[in-house]
């Protein structure tokens, strides 16, 4: 014991030593220099990640302290320890050692699988080479200042050149930031200009790249060639940059690593793995401390009545540990059979094919969940969006429609042939049609993407409009946003392609086959703060300049010209779950627009204020815009999710889903999955920055009641760092809340806190490697039976009744496999409950292992317990023998009875199970001849005496039972009658 403690007490020491050197090694900027390793100032990690918890010095110590770290485990090591002591010995040493050593091998097996294989995938990652350039060659390393081309990202880099001609490239993030639109990733100008790939060499340049953060959408440094005059300078920003676990989606390319390891962003936001516990055991561990109180109330008492005579306090102890029984070893084993159980039920479950439990110490968590934390991209939805409805104001236009919308397209738009003329109200409506699908077929960041035929590689079509290979068998879009693509498809689809796209111009190819060449003179990107993107194009063909914007409702209400049916078609496509977009145009003179070059380029360059000078100088164009059109788009749900949380929300379960898509984008998800139910009204909190801002839209929010909560984790970050019990306490009451914009270290934190400030339990799904840090903070059963009233009659003597193999047999073969048997045991069948989700609410209030019903199953206990023995004593016949053969025999067929009573459904099963541990019990009786007489339990008398005391001991159980069924049923039994 004492060595123990001692152990626990240093290996706490020794964490805490290690973090604290590891808070003093600060993370630094750092320059990186271009295939100069020599330059670099410092060493940086080894770029390997690692997610195993021990190695093969700690598994041992490491699985024994998460074992005897719980009162239930450390109870049972010191009683058999102390059976080394002769005058503490009771019983046979394999008595207690045999249960003890099954239990920890058991974990020691299973954690070691699982470390296994962890890791394999560790070895597996970490295995994989990858290319990098020098002087001399290829090596497979990868350091800072290592110059990598290759469409998987191996480490944090800065984007030096790539093989599309455009300089620019696009990165699929899902496994990042469970994102899975692309995103657009651009070169650094000077390198990407260089001649030849082996300059990269020739010339002396470095790059300043800030210190390792968390934050995985922004980055601040500087790219710098000395060998210039004057030297060239350009600024880096998250444009530049290629992070780890993301991949090239077009062509391949070439950067400069600048963080390796564990100071990746992506090692950064993943939390540490750590062992969880369930409830049933934190529980059951509590009751195990009551239960020694108990025993060691008891044992004092016995002690007293023998008069504290002689070496009493050996007589305690001894009592002490005899009163073991009392917290049966059994009940761990079971428990932990009974888990690989439910663990391996779920993985064979017809209606969950597929399914692997990767645990097997927390599968009852799932009946006691209180609050769901799921992802959205992926999770609840496929991320396949689908155009649905395009609205003119006065005219709509749906998927039924489109053959009259490319109609009305193919004679508004410029053809070789001629076309027969349209009347005047057609031409008309024609003209408001094509200006709006040409709006939408502009407005976008989206690429158009040819694979060749040849080698699968993708290029972008070269030479004269007649030579260009626009065919569409081959064409695939990219783009930052799934719902871009979406509308994009859609014009192509009445008529209207987008054929090519570089940084400087697009082609639209009419339905004729003419080819519309546009010049993109500026790019307005969507940000969350503006909601809105918009585009400045000059016409090749008439040189006109015309400025398209589109964005959500609540910012372009304020910017187009009066009207008086955006808003109510807004809500009509909300209410049918469409994601909404509205576009609109402005017309620039030569004149305007070169103002605006100009006061918008003087802004860019400004040092102070930046953001807000260049947001000034485009709000100067978005006034009185002309609205063209209002667009619906549907983002297909993954199959069944709707029903599937109604009855998740009608089981009393809190549905909070973590996201790292857009506000306006989460919202409309809640909305369309049902998350958020008809009725509700939704909450979204205002972007705050600072303390006054947080309270008072926390004060607004507090007067809303039943209202689902909107917030994106900029906001949740400056509430939580000022007023975190008072957004939790609120956030807690809302039948739903949406955090968007969070990173992988905001959705664990938001878990922490509802496990900090709640007693509920918390599941977290997600489907990408952005969800592991929630996932692994989350959190993710029952019966306790007692026995022993002999010492008291015999003279308070510490001496056990039952010895030896009795209580081992006791303890596995004879009683193992009926209490093992209930995980099979159903309140209700599947269908019942899926529909009544209510009696789910039941599991989560935890009255199944409640300390009432704890103290109930004791006072049953001591019944049991006392009858079994005094009816012993009473009907045995002058020898000692036989009081172990009437009352162990009574003890084994009440258990089995004990069992049969709380069962709810019959398993084929559990009837084999009763009847195995029976057979087994009566078969071993030819061979225990030291603790039973033979000839005396195979007389009348001894069947006679132990049926009156089991009888005795089971039938007002079962007869209370009855009574309490008939009165006061519990809920699912109303059901199934």
């Known amino acids: 014991m004492i060595f123990f403690l001692l152990w ?74 102390s059976q080394f002591v002769p005058s503490l010995k009771i019983g046979y040493l394999y008595t207690y050692w045999a249960p003890l050593g099954f239990v920890l091998a058991v974990t020691m097996v299973r954690e070691a699988v699982d470390e296994v294989r962890r890791c394999r995938r560790d070895k597996e990652m970490n295995s994989q080479l990858y290319s990098k350039l020098t002087v001399r060659g290829d090596h497979s390393m990868t350091h800072p200042d290592d110059i990598i081309p290759y469409t998987q990202i191996p480490a944090d880099m800065i984007f030096l050149r790539t093989s599309e001609k455009t300089g620019s490239c696009f990165i699929r993030t899902d496994q990042l930031d469970g994102e899975t639109d692309w995103k657009l990733r651009i070169t650094v100008a000077c390198t990407q200009r260089l001649p030849a790939l082996g300059d990269l060499f020739s010339i002396s340049a470095y790059v300043y790249a800030q210190k390792p953060q968390l934050d995985i959408h922004s980055f601040e440094g500087n790219f710098t060639r000395e ?18 676990s993301t991949v090239v989606a077009s062509g391949t390319v070439i950067g400069v690593v600048i963080y390796t390891g564990k100071e990746m962003r992506s090692v950064l936001n993943t939390s540490q793995s750590k062992n969880k516990v369930g409830l049933l055991d934190l529980e059951l561990n509590r009751l195990t401390k009551a239960l020694f109180l108990a025993q060691v109330v008891l044992s004092v008492v016995m002690v007293a009545l023998q008069g504290f005579l002689g070496p009493w306090f050996r007589n305690l102890f001894r009592f002490v540990v005899l009163f073991s029984y009392i917290i049966p070893i059994s009940l761990r084993v079971n428990l932990d059979m009974g888990k690989s159980a439910y663990g391996w039920m779920i993985m064979k479950d017809e209606n969950i094919p597929g399914t692997v439990v990767r645990t097997s110490t927390i599968p009852e968590e799932l009946g006691r969940l209180a609050y769901l934390l799921t992802d959205k991209t992926g999770t609840l939805t496929q991320n396949e969006m689908v155009f649905k409805r395009l609205h003119l104001g006065t005219v709509s236009y749906g998927m039924d429609t489109m053959d009259e919308i490319q109609s009305h397209i193919i004679h508004s738009t410029p053809s070789r042939k001629p076309q027969p003329p349209a009347p005047k109200v057609r031409k008309s409506v024609s003209s408001r049609i094509h200006e709006a699908v040409k709006a939408i077929a502009l407005c976008h960041n989206v690429t158009p993407v040819y694979e060749s035929r040849v080698n699968g590689a993708s290029a972008e079509p070269e030479g004269t409009e007649a030579d260009q290979d626009f065919s569409d068998d081959n064409r695939t879009y990219q783009a930052s946003s799934p719902d871009e693509v979406a509308l994009v498809r859609w014009t192509e689809s009445v008529g209207l392609t987008l054929v090519n796209r570089d940084l400087t111009s697009l082609q639209l190819k009419t339905p004729a086959g003419h080819i519309l060449t546009y010049y993109i003179l500026q790019i307005f990107p969507f940000t969350s703060e503006s909601k809105r993107m918009g585009i400045i194009v000059r016409e090749e063909a008439t040189g006109d300049i015309t400025f398209y914007m589109k964005g959500a409702d609540v910012a372009m209400a304020s910017i187009v010209q009066y009207n008086d049916w955006l808003e109510e078609e807004c809500g009509n496509m909300a209410r049918e779950g469409l994601r909404t977009l509205v576009v609109a145009k402005k017309s620039l003179t030569e004149e305007q627009y070169q103002d ?89 909190f205002k972007p705050v920055s600072n303390r006054g801002e947080a309270h008072l839209e926390l004060n607004a929010f507090r007067r809303k009641h039943d209202c689902a909560l909107v917030i994106s984790g900029d906001s949740l970050e400056v509430c939580l760092r000022y007023y975190e ?9 809302c039948p739903a809340v949406v955090c968007c914009r969070c990173s992988p270290t905001q959705k664990a934190q938001i878990v922490r806190l509802l496990q900090q400030h709640t007693d509920n339990r918390t599941c977290a799904i997600g489907d990408g490697g952005n969800d592991v840090s929630m996932i692994q903070a989350a959190d993710c059963g029952i019966g306790i039976e007692g026995k022993a009233v002999f010492s008291s009659i015999f003279y308070f003597a510490s001496v056990p009744l039952y010895q030896g193999f009795l209580m081992v047999g006791y303890a596995t073969i004879y009683t193992m496999f009926p209490v093992f048997s209930l995980v099979l045991d159903q309140d209700v069948k599947p269908e019942m409950a899926l529909l009544y989700p209510e009696l789910y609410k039941d599991l989560t209030k935890g009255r199944s292992l409640s300390f009432k019903t704890f103290l109930i199953w004791v006072l049953i206990s001591i019944y049991q317990g006392g009858i079994l023995m005094y009816g012993a004593l009473v009907l045995f016949d002058q020898e000692f023998v036989h009081v172990v053969a009437i009352s162990f025999t009574a003890l084994i067929l009440t258990e089995l009875l004990m069992v049969a009573l709380t069962v709810r459904t019959w398993h084929w099963l559990m009837v084999v199970a009763e009847l195995f541990s029976l057979g087994c019990y009566l078969a071993s009786l030819a061979f225990l001849n030291e603790y039973f007489d033979l000839s005396f339990i195979t007389t009348r008398v001894f069947l006679w005496k132990v049926c009156v005391i089991t009888l005795v001991s089971c039938l007002p159980l079962y007869i209370i039972k009855y009574l309490k069924r008939k009165f006061s049923p519990p809920s699912y039994s109303k059901l199934s009658s």
């Open 8 to 81: 626990s007490l240093s290996r706490s020491c020794c964490e805490c030593l290690v973090h604290t050197c590891r808070r003093k090694k600060e993370l630094k900027a750092r320059t990186v220099w271009l295939g100069h390793p020599e330059k670099c100032e410092e060493k940086y990690p080894k770029n390997a990640i690692k997610n195993q918890k021990y190695n093969i010095v700690t598994f041992v110590p490491g699985v024994l302290y998460q074992q005897f770290k719980f009162f239930l485990n450390l109870y049972f090591l010191v009683v058999a320890c």
């Open 227 to 244: 060998d210039c005059d004057p030297p060239i300078h350009e600024s880096l920003s998250i444009e530049n940059t290629l992070w780890a």
């Open 596 to 684: 605006f070059e100009s006061r918008y380029n003087q802004a860019k360059l400004s040092i102070h204020d930046r953001a807000l000078k260049v947001a000034a100088a485009v709000e100067s164009l978005e006034r009185e815009m002309e609205l063209l059109c209002l667009t619906g788009v549907e983002d297909q749900l993954q199959a069944d999710v709707r029903p599937t949380l109604e009855l998740l929300r009608n089981a009393g379960i809190k549905i909070w889903m973590l996201t790292g898509d857009k506000l306006e984008t989460a919202t409309c998800i809640a909305k369309s999955s049902h998350l958020v139910s008809r009725n509700q009204d939704i909450h979204v």
């Open 725 to 733: 019990h008072e957004f939790v306490e609120l956030a807690c009451q």
